[in-house]
T-cell receptor, first 115, second 114 residues
Framework: AQSVAQPEDQVNVAEGNPLTVKCTYSVSGNPYLFWYVQYPNRGLQFLLKYITGDNLVKGSYGFEAEFNKSQTSFHLKKPSALVSDSALYFCAVRDQGAGSYQLTFGKGTKLSVIP | EAGVTQSPTHLIKTRGQQATLRCSPISGHTSVYWYQQALGLGLQFLLWYDEGEERNRGNFPPRFSGRQFPNYSSELNVNALELEDSALYLC?????????????FGNGTRLTVT
């Protein structure tokens, strides 16, 4: 079975500082990994994905994520946080070759960027 | 390109009633997924439809059901509503069954059961 853990319910960061939102995963095979963002009263928006290749993945709005196979992690990062980045962030995993294409999501991390 | 559209935006029902939620995928997308987002529980996978067939089902009771129409739109039905069914129901679509295709989400239907 596949699972995702986001160990922090909330992350607070000052505007202009770097931000990190943590994610660890568990799959039996190789993972496909995704990050989504959700603004209040909206659906989820796709930010970036890791399929294979370079461990550092760049996505929308200046976000990037680093895949670390040995630590089974896929942390989301941004060099300089904006107030507009404040939102709920979800990490998701899909097990390659598992035959089921559903995504399993973490419980989400609320990011607050303080002016 | 129009995104995933869901209707209604809000739905208020009483316990024991039935609710019907609708979803129109992005044009060209054949897969539709339903997720429940309840407070504090994250996103829980409900159902996956592709090419009109139910492909996978999450750990929900049979009173949660749905279907996909020939135009790839989808409907989620919840029978015998319970208070704990109150949640945001999100529909998503993807291009085919690609394992690495990201999901594109609608803004959801907020279901309140009183």
């Amino acid at each position: 079975a596949q699972s995702v853990a986001q160990p922090e319910d909330q992350v607070n960061v000052a505007e202009g500082n770097p931000l990190t939102v943590k994610c660890t995963y568990s799959v039996s095979g190789n993972p496909y990994l995704f990050w989504y963002v959700q603004y209040p009263n909206r659906g989820l928006q796709f930010l970036l994905k890791y399929i294979t290749g370079d461990n550092l993945v760049k996505g929308s709005y200046g976000f990037e994520a680093e895949f670390n196979k040995s630590q089974t992690s896929f942390h989301l990062k941004k060099p300089s946080a904006l107030v507009s980045d404040s939102a709920l962030y979800f990490c998701a995993v899909r097990d390659q070759g598992a035959g089921s294409y559903q995504l399993t999501f973490g419980k989400g991390t609320k990011l607050s960027v303080i002016p | 390109e129009a995104g995933v559209t869901q209707s209604p935006t809000h739905l208020i029902k009483t316990r024991g009633q039935q609710a019907t939620l609708r979803c129109s995928p992005i044009s060209g997308h054949t897969s539709v997924y339903w997720y429940q987002q309840a407070l504090g529980l994250g996103l829980q996978f409900l159902l996956w439809y592709d090419e009109g067939e139910e492909r996978n089902r999450g750990n929900f009771p049979p009173r949660f059901s749905g279907r996909q129409f020939p135009n790839y739109s989808s409907e989620l039905n919840v029978n015998a509503l319970e208070l704990e069914d109150s949640a945001l129901y999100l529909c998503a679509s993807s291009l085919g069954q690609g394992e690495y295709s990201p999901l594109h989400f609608g803004n959801g239907t907020r279901l309140t059961v009183t």
